[in-house]
Structures are given as structure tokens and as C-alpha cells.
């Protein structure tokens, strides 16, 4: 009998070199959600080149109108979701103090509070696997996985965070990878 599946909520899944021609070249992606039904996930590191009030039709706070839309992955492009933080989120569905939410209604709600500390990253569409999916591309050695935080979701940035995550990995072959130019011929 195997032991209970390792179960990746929670954790940072980063491409390990073998993803090259697909929309998750050099992507850092939370795993929001991963169980027996299959995973879900948002790009941290893609931007949209828009912000919020560009693409969304409401009647958003300015503060989130302004904040750049993020692409959180291939399925679903028009969907919304949302990462938010607080200094206490007693139902933190990701990991403790960070929330995902998908309701433009609770968006609303978290941009009108007030809170000097507060972060919210938005995202249109997000990445998906099917049952056993994951756990499959984890055994080919397509991602490297490495604890989240709140800082690497919020501050570090989005356009240096694969980079600067494999890097700090340690290791020459890390090393080397967080070098190599996107175009191989480069080399």
C-alpha cells in the first residue's frame, strides 16, 4: 500500500528547463488548490500588459482599477480570479494569510476596506490539471517546486521571479539555468 499523496497547495511550481515552447516557459505558478480531483493554479510572473480598469467593466476602487492584470494561465482567459492578503485572514484558503477568490462582488468588498497592509494580485484565466495530471509532470521533472510566501507572490518582481527563484535554489546546474537566454542560438 503507498503512502497519502504529496499534495502541492500552497507550494511555488517553477519550470524546470523543459517547457520551452509552451505558455509555461519560465513561469513561477501558486498551486491554489491540488487534490484527488486535480490542481489549480495561477501565473505569478505573466503579465497581462494591462491594468485592471482596462479590461474590467465595474465600479472598482481606484487603487485596484490601477493594479496590473496578471495572465494566471491558459484555461478560461476570461475569467477572474484574485490573491489577497491582510495581516489576519482567519479563512485563508491557500495558505495562511492568503486568499484566493474568484467574486467580483467579494473583490468590491476587499477594495472599499480599508487596511494599511492589504495586497490583492488579480488574474485572467488560470492553469488547471485533470486528476493525476500533475502528479504525472512532476514525475517527468517538468517543475521545480519550492515554498511560497507572501513576499514572493506580492513583492518580488514578477518580471525577475523565476529567474531569482531558481538562482536562489543554489546548485550550478540552477545556476547555469537561470542564465540561459531564452533563444538557445544566443548562447
Not at 501565473?43 to 479590461?55: D, F, I, P, Q, T
Amino acid at each position: 500500500m503507498s503512502g497519502p499523496a504529496k499534495y502541492l497547495k500552497g507550494r511555488l511550481l517553477l519550470d524546470g528547463g523543459g517547457l520551452r515552447g509552451s505558455f509555461f516557459h519560465r513561469t513561477v505558478v501558486l498551486v491554489c488548490e491540488h487534490n484527488a480531483e486535480g490542481a489549480f493554479g495561477l501565473v505569478l510572473n505573466r503579465s497581462a500588459g494591462n491594468k485592471v480598469g482596462e479590461v474590467l467593466v465595474a465600479d472598482l476602487p481606484d487603487l485596484l482599477k490601477e493594479s496590473p492584470l496578471f495572465l494566471g494561465g491558459p484555461v478560461q482567459p476570461t475569467a477572474l480570479s484574485f490573491l489577497h492578503s491582510d495581516s489576519f485572514i482567519p479563512d485563508a484558503n491557500v495558505f495562511p494569510n492568503l486568499a484566493l477568490g474568484h467574486s467580483l462582488d467579494d473583490l468590491l468588498e476587499i477594495g472599499e476596506s480599508f487596511s494599511p497592509v492589504k495586497k490583492v494580485k488579480m488574474f485572467a484565466g488560470y492553469a488547471s490539471w485533470s486528476p493525476g495530471q500533475l502528479e504525472m509532470e512532476m514525475k517527468r521533472k517538468s517543475w521545480l517546486t519550492v515554498p511560497a510566501s507572501l513576499e514572493l507572490v506580492f513583492e518580488a518582481p514578477p518580471e525577475q521571479l523565476w529567474q531569482t527563484i531558481i538562482k536562489s535554489k543554489g546548485g550550478w546546474k540552477n545556476k547555469l539555468l537561470s542564465q540561459m537566454p531564452d533563444d538557445l542560438s544566443l548562447n
